[in-house]
C-alpha cells in the first residue's frame, strides 16, 4: 500500500515557474514508477509525465523542454518542476503511483494522490 500527497500547486502568471511534491508512504517506495497526471475542467485526465524506478523519464509531447520530473528515495517524494507555463498547463495534477513499471496511461497505476491545483494566468 502506498499513499501519496501532492503540494506545491498554486496561482501563477503565464512564464512563471511551480514545483510540485508528492510525499509518498509505505515501504520500497525505490521499487514504484511514478507518475504525474493532470486533468482540467471538462476535460478527461491525461498524462504528463513519468518516472521508472530505475530513473528513466517520458513526458508528453505538449510539456517536453518544459517540466522536469525527478524524484529523492531518501525522501519518499517526486517532483514535477514546471518552467515556462502557459494557461493551458491550468488543471488539478495528480500523483501516481505503480509497483515496477507504469505506462502512459490511466489505467496503468495503482495508487492516487488527491491532486493540487495549479493556475496559470494569462
Known amino acids: 500500500q502506498v499513499q501519496l500527497v501532492e503540494s506545491g500547486g498554486g496561482l501563477v502568471q503565464a512564464g512563471g515557474s511551480l514545483r510540485l511534491s508528492c510525499a509518498a508512504s509505505?515501504?520500497?517506495?525505490?521499487?514504484?514508477?511514478m507518475a504525474w497526471f493532470r486533468q482540467a475542467p471538462g476535460k478527461e485526465r491525461e498524462f504528463v509525465a513519468r518516472?521508472?524506478?530505475?530513473?528513466?523519464?517520458t513526458y508528453a509531447d505538449s510539456q517536453k523542454g518544459r517540466f522536469s520530473m525527478s524524484r529523492d528515495n531518501a525522501k519518499n517524494t517526486v517532483y514535477l518542476q514546471m518552467n515556462g507555463l502557459k494557461p493551458e498547463d491550468t488543471a488539478v495534477y495528480y500523483c501516481?503511483?505503480?509497483?515496477?513499471?507504469?505506462?502512459?496511461?490511466?489505467?496503468?497505476?495503482?495508487?492516487w494522490g488527491q491532486g493540487t491545483q495549479v493556475t496559470v494566468s494569462s
Open positions: 501516481a503511483a505503480k509497483w515496477r513499471y507504469g505506462a502512459t496511461t490511466e489505467g496503468s497505476y495503482d495508487y
Open positions: 518516472l521508472s524506478s530505475s530513473g528513466s523519464s
Open positions: 509505505g515501504r520500497s517506495f525505490t521499487g514504484y514508477a
